[in-house]
Structures are given as C-alpha cells and as structure tokens.
C-alpha cells in the first residue's frame, strides 16, 4: 500500500496554490479601483459564499471519502453520467485549463518585459514553464508537495509582508492623498462579486489529493478553510495597502497593478519584489493546476466519464496522460496567442460561471444526499439540516447573476455558457449511449462509485480496460501450505 506522505501544510499550500494567481492580482486591482476599501466587503461576501461551499464538499468527502475524480463522482451518485459529465468537464477541465494558459502567458509577458535586453518572445518564456512543470510533477507526489510548498508559502509571505507594510505606511514611497471609499451603494459593492468570486476560485481541487493526505477526514475541512480565510486576509491587506501608495485612476489602467504598488511603496525594490511574487504565482498556479487535472481525469476515467487511458500511470504513480495532455493544450494556446489576446479576461469570466454553476450542483449533492441516505455515517456534517446547502444555491446563483457590472457583458457570457453546455451535451449524450451505455439520468448507488476506485472493479467489470491498462489483482497476504506451523498451534 502507498503511504501516504502529505499533511496539513501541503493541504494548505495545495488550496493557496491554486486560488493564488497574477489574474487574481490583477482583479484585486480592478475591483479596489472600482469603488476603493468597500471592495473589502464584496471580498469577505465571495470569501464567505466559497467557505459554504467548502463546507459542503467536506460533508460529501466524509460520506464518499478518497475518490480522487472529487465533484464528478458525487454528482455521479446524484444525478448520473450527463451532468457529471457536463459540469465537470465545462466547469473544471475546459476552464482551468484556460486560465492555467493565461497564467503560463502572464509569465512570459512579465520577463520579456523586465528582461528588455534579450531578444526572446514571451510565449517563449511561457512553454519553457510549462515543460519545467510537466517534468516536475511526473516525478510523482513527493515533487509535487517540495515544489508546492515552497511557492505557496513564499508567494504568501510575501504578499502579506507587503500589504502590511502598505497598510501601516512604512513603505520607503509618497502616501497618496485620496478617498479611500469610491463607492458605498450595496449595487456597487454587489455588482462586483463575480470579479471578487475569482480571488478565491478552486480550493477544492485539494480533494483529489486526499488519498494521500495523513488523516484526511480531520485534515482536507481544516486545510480548506484555513487556504480560504489566509487569502482573505492578504487580500484585505493589499487593498489597504493600495489605498495608501497607488491613485485610484492609474490602479485602474494598470495590466499590472501589483507591480505598479510594489515601485510605489519601494521603488525599484519594490518593482523586483513584485515581479519575483508574480513569477512565483504562476508557477504555483500551474503547477497545482496541471497535477490536480491530471488526478482529476484519472478518476472520471475509473467512473468511465473519461476514456480509460486516463488511468495510465508512470513508475511513481503520476498519472501522466492527463498530465501531458493538459500541458499540450496549454502549450498549443500559447503558442496561437490565445492566452494574450484581450478577450482572455472574458474567457475567464465565462469560465467563472461555469465554476459557479458547478459549486450550486455540489450544494444540491448534499441536500440529494441527506434525503436519501439521512442515517448514512459522516465524520464531518453540516449544522442546521439543509440551510447551508440552501443558502450557499442562492449565494452562487446571486453570483452569476453579479458576474459583470454590465449588462450587455453579461449577456454574452451567458449566451457563451449556453452554448458551451449545448456542445458539452452533444459530447455527453454520445458518450454515455455509446460507450457506457448506461442512463443518463440515473444516479449511481454509492458503493458502486467508491468501489470504481479500486483496479479489482476494473478486473471484474471491464477486463478489457484491465488488460490494456496491465492492472492485476494479487493478494496482499500470500496463501501458505497447510503444514506451515503460523504459530497458532503448538509443534
């Protein structure tokens, strides 16, 4: 049996990894510019919505523990194969991989812009990442947790120190003199929840490495709460810490607020400072990215939402078909200029609504769950019966309706959603008829889906996947010849 080797802190690194990224430096300053420290309470709003959510999924992670295809597999036990599929591919797969390529882009415009002497095109600097981490992560968990680590804990540091020191005035540059409050209206402060929605995107990727999380019922509520509320507060900061060192009117014009803050409080220090933490934050964005994905596709192919070559893993267990996928595209939009295009920011937006939408499915899980198996035992359930399911429904769906403060904006992003689930669709009801052959609509028994971990129910109910797949059932315990004495009866 492997042993599990990742405890508290890679759990939290693992939560911060993800949710940490230059877009969400930038969107911290988009919304900050907006309507100034009011912007805190829209924050505290997406951050609050996010830890129901969290809660939720550990309530589903206690009931179905260790499955490491996450949301596919609970919404598998609720609604069947369609909507998992739909959800999880529209609102994990397609998008993270989106904005996994606007990072890896964010860092090759970032060097290509510091380093003004050499010749080198940022997408340049772009793939070279990706193919660093790609490596990285194929060397299996251990890697992963070394590499996480030290970029989660550093990127977050770092950001801390610096908005504290702006918070308090101690930067080496000129305090600015402006109101600190642009707006106060509740439509305002509302209208911007999408943007601040996306500050606190994806902790739940912590769940496809629970199965190698020491003590995973107490560890993954715990570290999922503690990413959540350590990034609120680094974002309060920095927010303060805009006010007092950066105009509202440049902040607002600014693709690189962050680093625009960093040469106001220190000055050149500063700008490297700040150029370093952006680095950091793409690579701790991908690389959490890339190594959940490929978890992720590995168990939506044990539950054969996926095709099975998924399930194909190295010599140190990395599930690499996912891995050198994911790696591909993103290389491919690099390399088209997709990732830099202005419409990127958009993109993200309509993924945001997918990710939301899929939060809401996670919601209706619980309740679906509670109903019909209510005596089922759970280390880690929700108080007051249904209200926090119910309450984070309406939050999420509050915050689609948030997703942009325009009007003719959001309804692109909608008709973009809508057409994005009519393909999903499409993919799905083929998928489902022809290979699964199994009804769309009806939920899977739980045991069933816990049980598709396992490689003896791949021996068992698809011995053709086994076969290519080289997956053996040998016994743990050797059987002995009946002569040999075990020690239980005497000679």
């Known amino acids: 049996m492997q042993e599990k080797k990742l405890g508290l802190p890679s759990i939290v690194a693992t939560g911060v990894g993800l949710i940490i990224a230059t877009s ?70 397609t998008c993270q991989t989106i904005m996994g390529s606007s990072e890896a882009a964010m860092f090759g415009n970032t060097l290509s812009n510091v380093l003004t002497g050499v010749p080198i095109p940022g997408s340049v600097y772009s793939i070279v990442l990706i193919l660093i981490l790609l490596g990285l992560n194929l060397f299996g968990v251990d890697m992963f947790a070394k590499v996480q680590n030290i970029v989660a804990y550093g990127l977050i540091g770092s950001l801390l120190f610096l908005g504290i020191m702006g918070t308090i005035k101690l930067g080496t540059g ?34 496809p490495i629970s199965t190698q999380v020491k003590n995973p019922r107490k560890k993954v509520p715990f570290g999922m709460v503690i990413s959540l509320v350590a990034i609120l507060v680094m974002q309060i900061f920095m927010v303060i ?18 680093i625009l803050y960093g040469s106001l409080l220190y000055g050149k220090v500063g700008t490297i ?13 991908l690389n959490t990215a890339m190594f959940s ?3 992720i596709c590995s168990g939506m192919a044990k ?9 194909r893993k190295n010599k140190r267990g990395t599930p690499y078909v996912g891995l050198l996928l994911v790696a591909a595209v993103m290389i491919l939009i690099n390399i088209t200029g997709l990732s830099t295009s202005d419409q990127l920011t958009f993109l993200i937006l309509t993924g945001c609504t997918f990710w939301i939408s899929s939060y809401i499915i996670l919601h209706f899980d619980v309740l679906i769950l509670r109903k019909r198996l209510p005596k089922a035992p759970r280390t880690f359930k929700l108080p007051f019966g249904p209200l926090i399911p119910i309450i984070g429904i309406i939050g999420n769906g509050f915050m689609i309706y948030n997703i942009d403060s325009s009007w003719e904006v959001k309804k692109r992003i909608y008709l973009i959603f809508v057409i994005t689930v009519a393909i999903l669709s499409v993919y799905a009801v083929l998928w489902i008829k022809c290979v699964m052959k199994r009804p769309m609509f009806k939920a899977y028994q739980i045991k069933e889906v816990m049980a598709m971990e396992s490689d003896l129910y791949q021996i068992n109910y698809n011995p053709d996947v086994a076969k290519k797949l080289h997956l053996d059932a040998k016994p743990e315990i050797e059987s002995m010849p009946a002569d040999v004495n075990t020690g239980t009866r005497p000679e």
Not at 241 to 258: A, I, N, Q, R
């Open 273 to 285: 400072w700040m150029t370093v933490i952006s680095l950091l934050a793409v690579i701790s964005t």
């Open 293 to 295: 994905i490929a978890q």
């Open 303 to 311: 539950i054969q939402l996926l095709p099975s070559v998924f399930m």
């Open 241 to 258: 810490g805009f006010s007092h060192y950066t105009p509202w009117d440049e902040l607002g014009v600014s693709t690189v607020p962050h």
């Open 24 to 93: 969400c430096l930038l969107s911290i300053g988009q919304g900050a510019s907006t309507i100034g420290l009011p912007f805190i309470i829209t924050m505290a709003i997406a951050c609050a919505f996010n830890i129901l959510t969290a809660f939720s999924i550990c309530e589903l992670n206690a009931l179905m523990p260790n499955l490491t295809g996450g949301m596919a597999q609970y919404t598998l036990a609720c609604f069947g194969p369609f909507v998992s599929i739909v959800i999880t591919v529209g609102g994990y797969l």
């Open 174 to 207: 000129q305090v600015v003199e402006q109101p600190a409050v642009l707006s106060s209206k509740p439509g305002d402060v509302f209208s911007l929840l999408g943007l601040a929605f996306f500050l606190f995107i994806g902790v739940e990727f912590i769940v």
